[in-house]
């Protein structure tokens, strides 16, 4: 099982970023998808979830309406759409599988 985070990086407040990640040795479409995110000295926190067959999606109270999580199965890729982003988005984000996978992270940085 591998998971491959991409897409992060330094944004300035106000602006966007995708993130995708990539899945492989495990059937994707039979698996709900979260993104979580960890900023220093803070604990873990689920930003978003989506269901196998994306019909029903979580958001994390702070991220609702600014971020937009989806996923492509024939490209057994999740994305995570930021957009308005916040210096408190600040962290590394985590793809997670529903068949406990982690991926190894990618860092976004918002800062002017």
């Known amino acids: 099982v591998q998971l491959v985070e991409s897409g992060g990086g330094l944004v300035q407040p106000g602006g966007s970023l995708r993130l995708s990640c990539v899945a492989s040795?495990?059937?994707?479409?039979?698996?709900?998808m979260s993104w979580y995110r960890q900023a220093p000295g803070k604990e873990r926190e689920r930003v978003a979830r989506i269901t196998s067959d994306g019909t029903s999606i979580y958001y994390f109270d702070s991220v609702k309406g600014r971020f937009t999580i989806s996923r492509d199965n024939a490209k057994n890729t999740v994305y995570l759409q930021m957009n308005s982003l916040k210096p408190e988005d600040t962290a590394v984000y985590y793809c997670?599988?529903?068949?406990?996978?982690w991926g190894q992270g990618t860092q976004v940085t918002v800062s002017s």
């Open positions: 997670y599988a529903g068949i406990r996978a």
């Open positions: 040795g495990f059937t994707f479409s039979s698996y709900s």
